[in-house]
């Protein structure tokens, strides 16, 4: 039986609960103590005091108090409530809605427990729990409108669209026709949301009416706007379309879709590029600082009006000194014509100016001259107009006319990026970050460029002039509280080119955590936004949680991270670090050399595990007590070189982590169906494998990496250890047959791949992998071969590249490839062999 | 090509934030977790702006059912501005501030970080009606400086000394926005207009009370929560409804 407390204790408990919702944790638990030496088995005073616990740290305990006080009073809400908050705090939400229910079963009428419930529900999208919870909480406090708001929303993300129309109605009748003030954001806000479940039903012609009646009161005006316009193009009511985007155009001419609308709703075909151009150049004349509407055209006019229309925008900006050009300009290149009548007519300004330059001031001249030369440079170094030398001579004249403009000297850097030459890339990059050491866009890219020439270090100190180091952690620590996560990403793949699986894991795991705050980071605003009756925000937001990880960060990180776990697979030895290539390789039989190898690679992890303590050490003596940014004290990791990660048992297994998502979310992602189809067949997990190959083959039959593992799966149902349960194989064999049939020849069915796609060097490394998977004795006319794809005129230094790795993967010897390759790019530095 | 486009308003780009959050971490040293983006632009949706690389062949679901609805798409951040109300202006005086601004170094001039301020401003002098705006600039920032005073008209309010982590010195300055205020009484007289007519036609004499009271939340106290960091960020003040 539950002890009763006396009413002095009952009223010191009831300071426990005071303490707790002043945030006066440490006075709570001691209040509570007082109580629980009189009554030892208090059960609601022990949850109290291990929620007072939970605030500062002291989670573990505080569960097991928590526990405790649920045997001693199974039969108290409390109990069962503070239990529930701490699972919420772990994060095990599926529990903490059992144990609320528990909580609300035994205290029916209890609004906390009620709420805290809700919230929980929405976080785990149980909507139909939601609508129950929102439907009671309603129903005992039905004067807030944030009870009737919350319930539509209830059913509008359930799907429920009538429902949820009707509840905001049902609301809106109790006002009995009383217009609130204008000021009122919630009720500006409820009828704009409602206005969007409307439209989102499809009937426009409603929600049109429905705006038209309400709108006007509505003070989120531009949103009004957008809609109003969209409504009536939708409508095709033109005229009246018309003048709504010429509204919105004139609020703000810098917005494509605007002009669109205009030109849908005045009806001007496509094709007439004369009265369109006039339309953009009306638009002009009324804001001439605009840039839209003299870029626009552009886009679509042809021949000469194109040269003209160019030649005029060009010279105005390079006049100007506008240093953007290029990348306003650099979208037309997928027109060839266009991209070369650029390079013309810029050329030309050079020409030109070189002979009647003396006409102008010399300053403006030669401000000019340097803008048009830094063009050229961005020109010719851009992957459609590429000429890497003329990029260089373009942009050592812009530097000699300009030598402090940090722009031209990170153009330079960048030509040397695709010269192959990361090394000399970073140098220059670092020319750019001198000329301004306090700008931190320059910096950034400074510290990328390092990384991308694998130097992990560097990259971190150059970060720390940005970061404030004093961070529990260091300058990393405040990265990753800042959550910079091209950072870590880079930081990863650098370390992963560098075989430092370690390091690389424990980075990509960070990028995977911060995208798990992202997805927690909703929670605190499920109460909020009710308050705050900014409802078309909250629900536009808790949809895009839901797609969180389709954000191009979260596919390259876990790519990555992918990679990582089966490179640790494939070659267990990189645990203790990284490894000379070959070692691993499939020729390599030398015990000897690979116990060599290996004794290397375990004393340089002690060295660096060694580094890291002490580092760690003289970050301790430094700040005894470092705070973080929210006033916790953080702790320090205690693994800060990954090796808890990269010491698993079963990588394959740890890369589901990251592919279970990446494959829900962008499951058109050629890559990630690939790296699918390779963890899976590594499983044995037959079906899987054959899924991620469909889904591959149905983007692009003929990816080059897709076909390599068409024919590696083919062979390997061939020589399966044992046979595949009868019916996985049918499916399977169905399956896969539709791809690459069993009665097919493989090498006919190889070499006519090598033939349809042989203008691609990407697709013919593939089939000639291909030919030596199929046919290893093949393997010196395979690497002769590969040779001679160095002769194509379309191979880029990226081809080239990869192909040391397949020369790798073959076991063959690099040197012949490299050597070629390093004479065809004399500037590069991706072929040295070391 | 940039657009310029609302954060978390009408269509909304929200998916954008990663993007918006690296953009800043890429050019300023004053950094936030993403929550204070998220508090943002859940607290005041009209205010902020993002400025955008038109994907070429546009975007691709701007014809989907839904209006507006750009979801799942997720072209180039070159620049943001990152607003919000004063919580607890000290003079009683509704006014914005601009908590950020940046745009990429390698689209500048282009006439984007003037936009997207004239689209914040406007926005709050509508949507909250505020009487000011108010920002901080380093005063070493001439570029900056420039385009809010002389092309936007900001005037210095004060200096504010150490205002940033590096010790650096801040120009504290504002701009009136009450010449772009609604005509609530305008506003007022098509409601008054409006419920005449429905009167009118239902017969109906009631003509409704204030309900202004209604809605509004029981005794709140105050809680602070800590979701951003940064001088000039300092703690947020949320209000809390009681847990009663």
């Known amino acids: 039986m539950p002890e009763t407390l006396s009413s002095k204790d009952h009223s010191l408990f009831r300071q426990v609960v005071h303490h707790f919702e002043m945030k006066q944790y440490k006075k709570g638990i001691k209040t509570a103590d007082q109580v629980l030496r009189k009554n030892p088995k208090h059960g609601d ?18 569960f097991a108090l928590a526990k405790t006080a649920l045997q001693n009073d199974m039969k108290s809400h409390i109990t069962w409530h503070v239990y529930g908050l701490l699972l919420r705090q772990e994060k095990n939400y599926e529990e903490a809605i059992k144990a609320y229910r528990f909580a609300l079963r ?7 427990i009620q709420r805290d419930l809700a ?25 807030f409108r944030q009870n009737w708001t919350a319930l539509a929303i209830a059913h509008h993300l359930a799907g429920d669209l009538a429902e949820a129309e009707k509840v905001l109605t049902t609301y809106e009748d109790t006002l009995k026709g009383a217009t609130p003030h204008v000021a009122d954001m919630e009720n500006s806000e409820a009828i704009l949301y409602k206005n969007t479940i409307i439209a989102e039903t499809g009937n426009v012609e409603r929600a049109l009416e429905h705006l038209e009646a309400v709108g006007y009161r509505c003070t989120d005006v531009l949103a009004v706007m957008e809609m109003k316009a969209d409504y009536l193009l939708r409508l095709d009511r033109k005229a009246e379309a018309e003048a709504a985007y010429t ?30 151009k006039a339309l953009y150049d009306e638009w002009v004349e009324k804001n001439p600082r605009c840039d839209a509407a003299r870029r626009i055209p552009l886009d679509f006019l042809e021949g000469e009006d ?17 240093p953007s050009l290029f990348v306003n300009i650099k979208q037309l290149y997928g027109n060839p014509a266009k991209r070369d009548m650029v390079q013309e007519l810029v050329e030309g300004y050079l020409s ?8 102008e001031s010399n300053g403006d001249n030669n401000e000019f001259l340097s803008c048009t030369y830094y063009f050229l440079a961005q020109h010719y170094n851009y992957h459609l107009s590429r000429n890497l030398p003329k990029a260089m001579e373009n942009v050592e004249k812009a530097i000699e006319l300009s030598p402090k403009a940090v722009e031209y000297q990170m153009t330079k850097a960048r030509i040397w990026k695709h010269y192959g030459n990361p090394g000399k890339a970073a140098e220059e990059m670092e020319k750019a970050r001198l000329l301004d050491e306090k700008d931190r866009h320059i910096n950034t890219k400074a510290a990328k460029y390092v990384l991308r020439n694998n130097d992990n270090e560097k990259a971190l100190e150059l970060m720390s002039k940005f970061t404030r180091n004093e961070t529990v952690g260091g300058t990393l ?16 793949e650098a370390f992963l080119r560098q075989k430092k699986l370690g390091l690389a894991l424990k980075r990509f795991h960070s990028v995977n955590n911060i995208f798990d705050t992202w997805q927690e980071d909703q929670f605190d605003f499920h109460g909020f936004s009710l308050r705050k009756g900014m409802i078309r925000a909250y629900v536009d937001m808790v949809r895009w949680e839901d797609r969180l990880r ?9 790519i990555g991270a992918v990679k990582a776990h089966l490179l640790l697979h494939d070659q267990p030895d990189l645990v203790h670090g990284p490894m000379p290539s070959g070692i691993n390789g499939l020729d390599s039989t030398d015990e000897n050399q690979r116990k060599k190898a290996l004794k290397k690679a375990k004393k340089e992890q002690q060295r660096l595990e060694k580094v890291e303590s002490d580092k760690r050490a003289a970050r301790k003596a430094a700040a005894a007590n470092a705070k973080g940014a929210d006033g916790e004290t953080k702790k320090e990791d205690s693994d800060p070189l990954g090796n808890t990660l990269v010491q698993t048992q079963d990588p394959l297994k740890d890369a589901m982590k990251f592919l279970t998502p990446l494959l829900r979310s962008s499951p058109q992602n050629i890559e990630a169906q690939c790296l699918g189809f390779e963890v899976y067949s590594r499983q044995n997990k037959h079906l899987l494998a054959v899924k991620c190959l469909v889904a591959a083959h149905s983007i692009d039959p003929s990816n080059p990496t897709l076909h390599l593992q068409l024919l590696r799966f083919r062979k390997s149902l061939e020589s399966l250890a044992e046979p595949l349960p009868e019916k996985i194989d049918e499916v399977v064999n169905a399956e896969f047959d539709k791809l690459l049939p069993k009665t097919q020849n493989l090498e006919e069915w190889n070499e006519s791949y090598l033939s349809a796609n042989k203008g691609s060097v990407a697709h013919v490394q593939a089939g000639l992998s291909g030919r030596q998977f199929l046919s290893p004795e093949s393997k010196p006319q395979c690497e002769q071969d590969l040779l001679t794809t160095l002769d194509s005129p379309d191979i880029t230094i990226d081809e080239a590249t990869a192909a040391l790795d397949i020369l790798n993967r073959w076991g063959s010897d690099k040197a012949a490839y490299a050597e070629k390759a390093g004479k065809k790019w004399p500037e590069s530095s991706v072929f040295e062999l070391n | 090509m940039v657009d310029i486009v609302p954060l978390s308003s009408y269509p909304s780009y929200i998916d954008l934030l990663p993007s918006i959050q690296t953009c800043n971490i890429t050019n300023l040293p004053e950094n936030y977790f993403l929550k204070y983006y998220l508090y943002h632009a859940l607290t005041w949706p009209q205010l902020s702006f993002v400025a955008v690389v038109r994907p070429r062949g546009g975007y691709k679901s701007s014809s989907t059912a839904i209006a507006g609805n750009v979801a799942g798409e997720y072209p180039k951040v070159v620049g943001y501005v990152l607003a919000k109300m004063e919580e607890e202006p000290t003079d009683g005086l509704q006014h914005g501030h601009i908590t950020s601004l940046s745009v990429m170094r390698t689209h500048r001039r282009l006439g984007i970080a003037e936009r997207l301020m004239r689209m914040s401003q406007r926005a709050m002098a509508e949507s909250h009606r505020a009487h000011f705006v108010s920002l901080h600039v380093r005063m070493s920032n001439v570029a900056a400086l420039r385009l809010y005073r002389d092309t936007l008209g900001f005037e210095v309010e004060k200096i504010e000394n150490g205002y940033y982590a590096d010790g650096e010195d801040a120009y504290a300055m504002h701009l009136n926005l009450q010449n772009m205020w609604l005509d609530w009484k305008a506003i007022e007289k098509r409601d008054a207009e409006n419920n005449k007519e429905k009167n009118g036609e239902e017969g109906n004499e009631d003509e409704g009370e204030e309900v202004g009271d209604l809605g509004k939340k029981d005794a709140e106290k105050m809680i602070r929560v800590k979701v951003g960091r940064g001088l000039g960020v300092g703690d947020l003040v949320e209000k809390n409804e009681s847990k009663a």
């Open chain 1, 45 to 62: 005073t022990q949850a109290m005091k291990a929620l007072n616990m939970s605030q500062i740290g002291q989670l573990e305990e505080a």
């Open chain 1, 247 to 276: 509204a919105l155009l004139e609020r703000n001419p810098d917005n494509s879709i605007y002009y669109n609308g205009l030109i849908k709703a005045k009806a001007i075909p496509e094709s007439d590029h004369k009265a369109l």
């Open chain 1, 106 to 112: 035994l205290e029916p009428e209890s609004q906390p």
């Open chain 1, 119 to 143: 919230l929980l529900q929405m976080q785990m999208r149980d909507y139909q729990g939601y609508i129950r919870s929102r439907s009671a909480m309603l129903q005992t406090r039905p004067g």
């Open chain 1, 477 to 492: 620590g405040d990265l990753h509280e800042m959550q910079c996560t091209w950072f870590l990403t880079e930081d990863a």
């Open chain 1, 550 to 558: 389709e954000h191009p960060f979260y596919t390259r990180m876990a």
């Open chain 1, 306 to 322: 194109f040269k003209q229309a160019a030649d005029a925008y060009m010279q105005r900006m390079l006049k100007k000194g506008v």
């Open chain 1, 352 to 359: 030109v100016k070189a002979t009647n330059g003396s006409a």
